[in-house]
Antibody, heavy 123, light 106 residues
Framework: QITLRETGPTLVKPTQTLTLTCTFS??????????VGWIRQPPGRALEWLAL???????QFSPSMKNRLTITKDSSKNQVVLTMTDVDPVDTATYFC???????????????WGQGTLVTVSS | DIQMTQSPSSLSASVGDRVTIPCRAS??????LNWYQQKPGRAPKLLIS???NLQSGVPSRFSGSGSGTDFTLTISSLQPEDFATYYC?????????FGPGTKVDI
């Protein structure tokens, strides 16, 4: 059974760095085609994809956020860490991590999600 | 970036209704289209991958169709537990993008 759980601060001040950890079980981030992604959702708004790290340590980022994001994995601890620098109140959102896989014909999707963690950016 | 649009942003329906939820991509995304259901305060749930592949455990009243730029999620007979917001997502290119969602309510 695949599970993911996000942890991190609930309140961050503007200009600070936000660090979120995704701890997962039920799969390995060393398995081919597997990845873990981060997606956020501001209150009452739509989902926004942020970043993805793959089994082979390849990484992809949303171009609009690329300069502020870092994503790393520790496969031995079953954790993925997302770091976002210079946060702003507009970064207030629920942050989800999700398991990424692909269909038999190579189409990516997110099939298991964490419950999400609400992060508020405010002074 | 590929823009995903979903219109209407909300629709009202009754139990037993057949509901169709459209999604349009700004560029051709072939069949790289997934559908998610989200209920208030909950994480999104994958319903359908690659346009029409129903996920394990998802009721067969859900189905998907389309290719290229135009896609549809269909609920053949709406059930009380289906009242939620539905998002389409393209995974054809980076950045992966989600539509703004269609809320299905009573």
């Amino acid at each position: 059974q695949i599970t993911l759980r996000e942890t991190g601060p609930t309140l961050v001040k503007p200009t600070q760095t936000l660090t979120l950890t995704c701890t997962f079980s039920g799969f390995s981030l060393t398995t081919r085609d597997v990845g873990v992604g981060w997606i956020r959702q501001p209150p009452g708004r739509a989902l926004e994809w942020l970043a993805l790290i793959y089994w082979d340590d390849d990484r992809q980022f949303s171009p609009s956020m690329k300069n502020r994001l870092t994503i790393t994995k520790d496969s031995s601890k079953n954790q993925v860490v997302l770091t976002m620098t210079d946060v702003d109140p507009v970064d207030t959102a629920t942050y989800f991590c999700a398991h990424r896989h692909i269909t038999w014909n190579g189409i990516p999707y997110f099939d298991f999600w964490g419950q999400g963690t609400l992060v508020t950016v405010s002074s | 970036d590929i823009q995903m649009t979903q219109s209407p942003s909300s629709l009202s329906a009754s139990v037993g209704d057949r509901v169709t939820i459209p999604c349009r991509a700004s560029h051709n995304i072939d069949v790289f289209l997934n559908w998610y259901q989200q209920k208030p305060g909950r994480a999104p749930k994958l319903l359908i991958s690659a346009v029409s592949n129903l996920q394990s455990g998802v009721p067969s009243r859900f189905s998907g169709s389309g290719s290229g730029t135009d896609f549809t999620l269909t609920i053949s007979s709406l059930q009380p537990e289906d009242f939620a917001t539905y998002y389409c997502q393209q995974s054809f290119t980076i950045p992966m993008t989600f539509g703004p969602g269609t809320k299905v309510d009573i």
